[in-house]
Nanobody, 125 residues
Framework: QVQLVESGGGSVQAGASLRLSCAAS????????MGWVRQAPGKEREFVAV????????DYADSVKGRFTISRDNAKNTVYLLMSSLKPEDTAVYYC??????????????????WGQGTLVTVSS
């Protein structure tokens, strides 16, 4: 099993950028697809982005395509989410997640095998 700890959340103005980091422990980090799922107040969890174990495949929610970039450094056991052109509707708790399979995260955001504790991102207009 892999343990996940997020960092980098905060409060910013619309249009700003933030980078979230997720540090993983466990020797099998590079066997997992890694990604981000968010939950806004009063809403269900929503898929944001995923990256395959090799980093060769990425996928994004339509709402963040062109603004968010996911990457990973397997040597550092860390996955990143660079968020640019932030909008108030991006306000949410962002969770790092892991799963053996990078496919279809958008349809199973609650079924992923490992989760971090979440980090809050607040975007004001």
């Amino acid at each position: 099993q892999v343990q996940l700890v997020e960092s980098g959340g905060g409060s910013v103005q619309a249009g700003a950028s933030l980078r979230l980091s997720c540090a993983a422990s466990g020797r099998t980090f590079n066997r997992y697809a890694m990604g981000w799922v968010r939950q806004a107040p009063g809403k269900e969890r929503e898929f944001v982005a995923v990256i395959s174990w090799s980093g060769g495949v990425t996928d994004y929610a339509d709402s963040v395509k062109g603004r968010f970039t996911i990457s990973r450094d397997n040597a550092k056991n860390t996955v990143y989410l660079l968020m640019s052109s932030l909008k108030p509707e991006d306000t949410a708790v962002y969770y790092c997640a892991a799963d053996p399979n990078y496919r279809n995260w958008a349809n199973r955001p609650n079924a992923l095998v490992a989760w971090g504790q979440g980090t809050l991102v607040t975007v004001s207009s």
